[in-house]
């Protein structure tokens, strides 16, 4: 059976679990700022699938990229790294 290409995985913290079997995943990044070079936080928001709603909010989580699930949903969820601390 051929390879399939390599799907890109992120780890992101659960920023809402509301939708059924749907989460959304914030993914912060350090980013360098072009002209004064102060570092600065970007964050991207995705939405996953979460097919046993497994995650709750402030779960750290991975997840990867998946073919469109619904309008909006192009990633899914791989594994919750990390619980959130009540």
Do not use: F
């Not at 992120?10 to 809402?16: D, F, K, L, N, R």
């Amino acid at each position: 059976m051929a390879q399939r290409g390599n799907r890109r995985r992120e780890v992101g913290t659960v920023i809402s679990d509301k939708g059924n079997k749907t989460i959304t995943v914030e993914i912060r990044r350090l980013v360098r700022h072009p002209r004064y070079g102060k570092y600065l936080y970007q964050s991207t928001k995705c939405y996953a699938h979460d097919e046993e709603n497994q995650a709750k909010k402030g779960d750290r989580v991975e997840i990867m990229e998946a073919r469109p699930t619904s309008k909006t949903k192009r990633w899914r969820l791989v594994s919750v790294l990390e619980r959130a601390t009540v």
